[in-house]
Nanobody, 122 residues
Framework: QLRLVESGGGLVQPGGSLRLSCVAS????????IGWFRQAPGEEREGISC????????YYADSVKGRFRISRDNAKKMVYLQMNDLKPEDTGVYSC???????????????WGQGTQVTVSS
């Protein structure tokens, strides 16, 4: 079965940090770009970051630019999202998916994970 599994979410105070992980099961990540998506309560899901298969191209939404950093380790089938200086508006369910990634955008999504909850609150 081809799937992605996210982990690393939790409750954190404003200004804190979390690192999310996305691991592939049943397929290799070597040739696919991976995106991170966020769905806040009552809002549509948005793409916030992505990384190309080689790691040479990354994209960040304006809302997270300068605070979040995406990286990958293909040997471990892992993609990470380091989130720093978290704000209450970062609260939501974070999911990873196979995506089309350019420096200017993230498009499409397939093989969604189940998501991991991030709550930023004091």
């Amino acid at each position: 079965q081809l799937r992605l599994v996210e982990s690393g979410g939790g409750l954190v105070q404003p200004g804190g940090s979390l690192r999310l992980s996305c691991v592939a099961s049943g397929f290799t990540l070597d040739y696919v770009a991976i995106g991170w998506f966020r769905q806040a309560p009552g809002e549509e899901r948005e793409g916030i970051s992505c990384i190309s298969h080689s790691g040479t191209t990354t994209y960040y939404a304006d809302s997270v630019k300068g605070r979040f950093r995406i990286s990958r380790d293909n040997a471990k089938k892992m993609v990470y999202l380091q989130m720093n200086d978290l704000k209450p508006e970062d609260t939501g369910v974070y999911s990873c998916a196979v995506s089309i990634c350019t420096a200017a955008s993230i498009r499409g999504a397939n093989y969604w994970g189940q998501g991991t909850q991030v709550t930023v609150s004091s």
